[in-house]
């Protein structure tokens, strides 16, 4: 069973940064793909960031240039540095990712409980 913690929302002000974390842990094989959505009260869930084992990196465009998706493949765990946040920011942000078992061959996807992130205006 794998799953994924995410770590590091919280409140700031509009200007500021902040760095989520999300691990994985488990009998993990490999991890293709790791990513960040998020979502708005009221909306439906969108992606923001994504990450492939070798580096690809993939921005929304309400993001790009503010935020940075990076990935540690030997901790397994993948980080999104956030910059200039604004208000339209403020979501709940779950940690995606794409694994590999060793129990199966099937790219099984899982997702993080999420973590609150909020900018005041």
């Known amino acids: 069973q794998v799953q994924l913690v995410e770590s590091g929302g919280g409140l700031v002000q509009s200007g500021e940064s902040l760095r989520l974390s999300c691990a994985a842990s488990?009998?993990?094989?490999?991890?293709?793909?790791m990513g960040w959505y998020r979502q708005a009260p009221g909306k439906q869930r969108e992606f923001v960031a994504h990450?492939?084992?070798?580096?690809?990196?993939d921005y929304a465009d309400s993001v790009l240039g503010r935020f940075t998706i990076s990935r540690d493949n030997a901790k397994n765990t993948v980080y999104l540095q956030m910059n200039s946040l604004k208000p339209e920011d403020t979501a709940v942000y779950y940690c995606n990712a794409a694994v590999r078992t060793y129990s199966r061959l099937v790219v099984t996807t899982i997702w993080g409980q999420g973590t609150q992130v909020t900018v005041a205006s």
């Open positions: 990450i492939t084992s070798g580096a690809s990196t």
């Open positions: 488990g009998s993990i094989f490999s991890i293709d793909v």
